[in-house]
């Protein structure tokens, strides 16, 4: 036992006391933050930073020209007097300051179709704008043309946006949930079990190698057990992603807190709202809907199965990993192996991606509820609420399934850590575990 100790201590402090993993630590986080902050100044970049498009705009109908407004992306000018014959001529003789041609044809209002013409792929933004401006137009057109008095006051007064609001019955009344928070929730522990597991996977299977390739597993076999080295990396680098996951839940309880306050709902708690304050969320601003919207789930059962369900996949996929890593005598003939393995981690989170539009359905019950698959595809339910009996089912099965595989892989590890010169099989594998 003292032996098994100092192994998981020793794998422990080599990983924690490099620069790398506090480097990591801390910046994971913000590298999050500028993943989902990226896009938004790219796209907000995109609108401001680029130059206006001259549209020309040819309506054979005469009427419906005047409703392409210009905006910072595209000004539109209509064209008097030009057919369609001719309106390639224009754009060549524009040289260049015309991006593209739009023509609205005599028989739009009972076709609907609406043409552009350029030597370049149409934007899809300017294919989006034309598009819902012309049909409001020609619907407001037809409306008119049915000579019914204030029809069109009546239209926009009979219509209503809808919406729609979760509220959970439970003990203590009603609760606010958000379908949206909870997706996204979801998304994220699925993301991070895949990418937490493959990663600290790949760490000890790279352990492993560089320890056999530099003969030093030949001295340590010496003194202990080769059962008690390969469980002592799976233990040790199974700490250091808790200690990780920890500093990260620390760091998001600290923002999580001062963004509270400084949108003054840092006091929110799923404690029971009436339907009269769900009402008045309309009158609050986006940031603080969003913020309302996540603090509203309830976090301690859902961390709670999320290291349950982190520490049996973890436990399942590195002892693979463990165990074929120790086939091999260099990290390149390792991927004849591991390929099955990542291929494998790549279904459960595709898998996980497809169960949530319908996490109750049956394709997610039962990824759920399959060792393989669960660690990933769980994670997608939890924040919607999974019976508890299919909870205990999946917990079950994925750590006897795990013990199973540490056993094999076990088998594997004790005959292939001393093995060298040839190339292992599937076949000589089979005949280890036997």
Same mark, same amino acid.
Request: glycine share 8%; charged share 15%; net charge neutral.
């Given at each position: ?8 201590? !020793?794998?422990?402090? =080599?990983?924690?006391?490099?620069? =790398? ?47 392409? @407004? ?16 001719? %309106? ?28 552009? #013409? ?21 619907? *407001?057109? @037809?409306?008119? &043309? ?12 009979? @219509? ?9 019955? =439970? ?10 928070? %909870? ?22 299977? *790279? ?6 390739? *530099? ?51 840092? *006091?929110?708690? +799923?404690?029971?709202?009436? +339907?009269?304050?769900? &009402?008045? &969320? ?48 260099? &990290? ?17 989170? #595709? %898998? ?18 399959? +060792?393989?698959?669960? +660690?990933?595809?769980?994670?997608? !339910? ?36 001393? @093995? ?15």
């Amino acid at each position: 036992m003292n032996k098994l100790r100092l192994i998981i201590a !020793r794998e422990y402090m =080599s990983i924690v006391g490099r620069k =790398s993993f506090i480097i990591m630590t801390l910046g994971m986080p913000l590298l999050f933050i500028l993943i989902a902050a990226v896009p938004i100044g790219l796209a907000y970049l995109n609108d401001k930073g680029s130059d206006v498009q001259q549209i020309a705009v040819i309506d054979e109908t005469g009427r419906y020209a005047a409703a392409l @407004h210009s905006d910072d992306m595209y000004s539109f000018v209509a064209l008097k007097g030009d057919t369609v014959t001719n %309106a390639r001529e224009f754009y060549d003789k524009s040289n260049g300051s015309i991006s593209a041609v739009v023509i609205i044809p005599r028989n739009v209002d009972s076709t609907g179709v609406v043409n552009i #013409y350029s030597e370049g792929t149409i934007t899809p933004s300017l294919v989006s704008m034309i598009r819902s401006t012309l049909a409001d137009t020609i619907q *407001n057109a @037809h409306l008119a &043309a049915l000579g019914i008095p204030n029809l069109q006051q009546m239209v926009d007064k009979a @219509h209503v946006d809808v919406d729609v609001r979760s509220i959970k019955w =439970s003990d203590e009344g009603e609760q606010e949930s958000s379908t949206d928070a %909870a997706m996204g929730l979801g998304f994220l522990l699925s993301f991070i079990t895949y990418m937490f597991v493959l990663m600290y996977g790949a760490m000890i299977m *790279n352990s492993v190698i560089e320890e056999k390739t *530099n003969r030093i597993v030949e001295v340590v076999v010496s003194s202990c057990r080769p059962f008690q080295l390969m469980l002592g990396k799976i233990i040790g680098v199974g700490l250091v992603g808790l200690t990780q996951m920890a500093i990260w839940i620390v760091l998001l309880a600290i923002v999580g807190s001062v963004a509270g306050s400084a949108f003054g709902i840092s *006091n929110v708690s +799923p404690d029971a709202v009436s +339907p009269e304050a769900l &009402a008045s &969320a309309k009158d609050m601003g986006a940031m603080e809907v969003i913020m309302r919207e996540t603090l509203s789930i309830n976090y301690v059962p859902i961390l709670v199965n999320f290291v349950l369900y982190f520490l049996g996949g973890y436990l399942l996929y590195s002892s693979l990993f463990a165990g074929l890593g120790s086939a091999v005598d260099q &990290a390149s003939d390792a991927s004849q192996f591991t390929t099955p393995v990542i291929l494998i981690m790549l279904i459960a989170f #595709y %898998a996980g991606i497809a169960c949530a539009e319908n996490p109750m359905g049956p394709m997610a019950v039962w990824c759920s509820i399959i +060792p393989f698959t669960s +660690p990933v595809v769980m994670m997608v !339910r939890l924040p919607f609420g999974v019976p508890t009996w299919q909870l205990v089912l999946s917990i079950v099965l994925l750590f006897g399934t795990a013990l199973a595989i540490t056993w094999m892989a076990a088998r594997i590890y004790r005959r292939g850590i001393l @093995h060298y010169g040839q190339k292992a099989s599937f076949k000589d594998l089979f005949k280890w575990i036997k």
